[in-house]
């Protein structure tokens, strides 16, 4: 796993030692490898004879390692004292520090994504992609992250500064940068993890996830705001006005408009230009090929950015939700893109 204290221990000491490993598999929850939790990391070692042994914890594997491949150096040697308690010291200090990109990058890496589940028919590479790259390097995690929520098989070859491998990589691509990949399932070789990012979640998911910041945000700001946007939904729409049969009419009218476009086409999505939640919304439906009508309130629910606030009040009656987006299947709606029934993200991952 990616997001692992254990597997990062294990990552670095293959850097350190410069090697390739030859297959890294994806084990973590809904992995298409059943392996038992306790089990990461395991690495299969396969001897020159052919047999096969298996280490399981970064103990044991670590231990292998150094044995292996470490050169042994004189300063390795223990000269006691203030040198012992220093390098003591250091380690608990690694220890420690191991624990900060795994809370900084906290939910990534860690489990396979809804667009890539097994319950998906999505395609898989027959051979395993090759990734140059190197554990220090928040670039190459990035990819790494993504190889592991898309429970892609991978070649993982170190280029770590001062690796002779860089110059491989240069002979290939005219560049040493890392991350590096390369598919020799469509032929296709690229850096820049950005780009790397989108071509795997284009090739080989179902669609591109939304940001997991956005929905951790989602989770604690939406059932607060709810209540909030439901009082004040009417108010802004003109529900306080003296003449009651206008507004009612007025909202009637809205509530037609909404039901003539949502018959309009099979998916609408209602918006604001500004809302971080719509514009991931859109950028899911693109990324999974579904094709849309997009109805913009505005630019935000707050009072002068909002184009129609009677509109949004006739959402509020015939969904019971005001905030956007609201996005509407076959004529109904199913919420906006974490929450609903299911809501987008659910939806998409369950392939309903």
């Known amino acids: 796993m990616e997001n692992s204290r254990e597997c990062r221990f294990v990552r670095e000491r293959i850097t350190e030692l410069d090697l390739v490993v030859s297959t890294v ?5 809904n992995s298409r490898t059943v392996l038992e939790a306790s089990a ?17 914890g970064s103990d044991a594997i670590l231990r292998f390692l150094d044995a292996e491949f470490k050169v042994k150096d ?33 939910g990534r890496g860690s489990k396979v994504c809804g667009a890539a589940s097994s319950s998906l028919d999505v395609p898989r590479p027959e051979k395993p992609l090759v990734l140059y790259s190197y554990e220090g390097n928040q670039f190459c995690r990035l990819v790494r ?15 770590g500064k001062g690796s002779p491998r860089r110059e491989e990589l240069a002979s290939i691509s005219g560049s040493s940068q890392c991350p ?15 780009d790397i990012i989108e071509y795997l979640y284009k090739t080989y998911a179902d669609f591109t996830p939304p940001s997991e910041l956005l929905k951790s945000v989602s989770g ?18 003109g529900s306080s006005r003296e003449n009651e049969f206008e507004y009612k009419s007025e909202l009637a009218e809205a509530k037609a408009k909404i039901f003539d476009e949502i018959a309009s086409a099979p998916v609408v999505i209602y918006t604001y230009s500004l809302s971080p939640f719509c514009t991931e919304a859109t950028a899911l439906l693109d990324s999974a090929g579904v094709s849309y009508e997009e109805v913009s309130l505005g630019k935000e629910w707050i009072p002068g950015l909002i184009d129609d606030p009677l ?30 029934n299911p809501g987008l993200l659910a939806a998409l991952e369950s392939g309903s």
Do not use: H, W
């Open 40 to 56: 990461v990391p395991m690495m299969i070692i396969e001897s020159s004879n052919g047999e096969e042994s298996t280490l399981e």
């Open 180 to 194: 590096y990949l390369i598919d020799p399932n469509t032929g296709i070789n690229m850096a820049e993890s950005k």
């Open 25 to 29: 598999i994806p084990a973590c929850p």
């Open 220 to 237: 604690v700001v939406t059932p607060l705001l709810k209540p909030v946007y439901k009082a004040i939904t009417p108010l802004q729409a």
């Open 145 to 159: 992250e993504v190889l592991t929520e898309l429970d892609i098989v991978y070649e993982l070859r170190s280029a």
């Open 74 to 106: 004189i300063t390795d040697e223990s000269q006691g004292g203030e040198e012992d308690l220093a390098g003591e010291l250091l380690s608990k200090a690694d220890d420690v520090l191991v624990f900060v990109p795994g809370i900084l990058r906290a």
């Open 311 to 340: 509109k949004r009040a006739a959402l509020l009656e015939i969904t019971g939700s005001s905030s956007l987006p609201n996005i509407f299947v076959g004529g109904n709606s199913i919420g906006g893109l974490f929450s609903g």
